[in-house]
T-cell receptor, first 111, second 117 residues
């Protein structure tokens, strides 16, 4: 499969806790993005990190990138019930227009 | 609403029939993508257009699949002689280059859910 892998596949936490999900990819990348998908709003872009960056923040989101390990992580702090969704990483590489999505982490935040 | 729209939202068809889906991207977005997503998986890239030119097509796409974007605006995805394995959500996304950056945020449509019986 061309897809990247994410772990865990599913995560259940209490509201207010932090959620961490990881993504591994297979080829050298230009950029890596994280998307959220729920039944109400479809797929929504959350945050981007470029290959020469190691960490990026946006609100309650923190993304890290380790190109030597071909992995990225997404941390959601102070989770809310509204964060319940599936989260996907997507990477782009030089010489192609493809976005390669991971298999996703299903996050459930319990109120 | 100026988001990406897709039509129809649901399609049920019998095996062997042809189906066509439409995607209307955000106005003036010159990049358009088609993806297929099955239950429990991430979206799988199918094809990409820049304006009216189809610049990349997945090897996953068999000859039964064809996509067009005739005037660089809306796009259609046709599946001929549908098979049960074609049952999936078909997603369209559009984006526009941001000056000075090599990344384009994708805006996704709600998808067309295809069921082949």
């Amino acid at each position: 499969s061309q897809q990247g892998e994410e772990d865990p596949q599913a995560l259940s936490i209490q509201e207010g806790e932090n959620a961490t999900m990881n993504c591994s990819y297979k080829t050298s990348i230009n950029n890596l993005q994280w998307y959220r998908q729920n039944s109400g709003r479809g797929l929504v872009h959350l945050i981007l990190i470029r290959s020469n960056e190691r960490e990026k923040h946006s609100g309650r989101l923190r993304v890290t990138l380790d190109t030597s390990k071909k992995s990225s992580s997404l941390l959601i702090t102070a989770s809310r019930a509204a964060d319940t969704a599936s989260y996907f990483c997507a990477s782009t590489s030089s010489g192609t227009y493809k976005y390669i999505f991971g298999t996703g982490t299903r996050l459930k935040v319990l109120a | 609403d100026t988001g990406v729209s897709q039509d129809p939202r649901h399609k049920i068809t019998k095996r062997g029939q042809n189906v066509t889906f439409r995607c209307d991207p955000i106005s003036e977005h010159n990049r358009l993508y088609w993806y297929r997503q099955t239950l429990g998986q991430g979206p799988e890239f199918l094809t990409y257009f820049q304006n009216e030119a189809q610049l990349e097509k997945s090897r996953l796409l068999s000859d039964r699949f064809s996509a067009e974007r005739p005037k660089g605006s809306f796009s259609t995805l046709e599946i001929q002689r549908t098979e049960q394995g074609d049952s999936a959500m078909y997603l369209c996304a559009s984006s526009s280059p941001v000056m000075g950056q090599d990344f384009w945020e994708q805006y996704f449509g709600p998808g067309t859910r295809l069921t082949v019986t």
